[in-house]
């Protein structure tokens, strides 16, 4: 037995997301999807994002642009270009926890996530950092994450999981892998592991050093 949270980065998009959501509705699964702000101008897309709210799921924050870590950006309104342009495109889609998910350059978990001014500007503006601790690598292989997916679950007691709705192919396998997630006897869940929540709410409280880089002190020098 294990605990699965399921988490859907950088949509929505009009070929995947309303199969994504048909699948969730039809098992009882509610997932959180962190958008990218850019596509929410789109109108079929906002609409997208506000039927999986309508649904129960939660609206996260993924970034404006989805294109350079945040902690690899020098621009001093890297933090309210990205996050805070992107709150406001969700508006009253969003979850009071003002969940954001950083950009990790392809799932990294180290010091390319954020930095001093974007670490001042969550808890400023009482945002919950969201990271993970299963990542499929969808993206990469969209045929053959399921496998690694299921042996990530696996390997410890709560897995909260990154996959993408995008137009990879890869969520042509969602329903395979949740048929499979459960009779491995996995628990969906909605919430977060707390080790990967270190700010919630606007306050740390989980040691982040490892998540911050040092750009902007040393483009000082």
């Known amino acids: 037995m294990f605990d699965l949270t399921l988490t859907f980065d950088n949509g929505p998009e009009p070929g995947v997301t309303p199969r994504v959501l048909d699948i969730l509705r039809e098992r009882g699964i509610r997932t959180t999807f ?6 929410l101008g789109d109108a079929k897309r906002r609409r997208l994002a506000a039927r999986a709210h309508d649904e129960c799921h939660w609206i996260g924050n993924h970034t404006f642009t989805h294109s350079v ?8 309104e890297a933090a309210q270009n990205e996050i805070g342009r992107t709150q406001d495109a969700i508006g009253d889609l969003a979850h009071t926890n003002r969940w954001f998910r950083p950009f990790g350059g392809g799932g990294n978990l180290d010091d390319r996530l954020l930095k001093p001014s ?3 500007y969550l808890i400023r503006n009482k945002h919950s950092c969201v990271l993970w601790n299963a990542i499929p690598r969808d993206w990469d292989d ?3 994450w399921t496998d690694r997916a299921l042996a990530q679950c696996r390997s410890q007691p709560w897995s909260l999981m990154v996959l993408h709705d995008l137009p990879s ?3 042509d396998h969602l329903e395979r892998f ?4 459960e009779r491995a006897g996995a628990h969906f869940r909605q919430d977060f592991p707390p080790d990967c929540i270190p700010i919630r709410s606007g306050e740390i409280v989980r040691p982040i050093e490892s998540y911050v880089s040092s750009i902007e002190e040393s483009a000082r020098q």
Do not use: S
């Open 34 to 39: 962190f958008v990218i702000g850019e596509k």
């Open 69 to 76: 870590p945040l902690g690899q950006q020098r621009d001093a």
């Open 169 to 171: 192919g890869a969520m």
């Open 142 to 144: 969209p045929d053959g």
């Open 118 to 120: 974007v670490v001042d």
């Open 178 to 181: 949740i048929d499979c997630a």
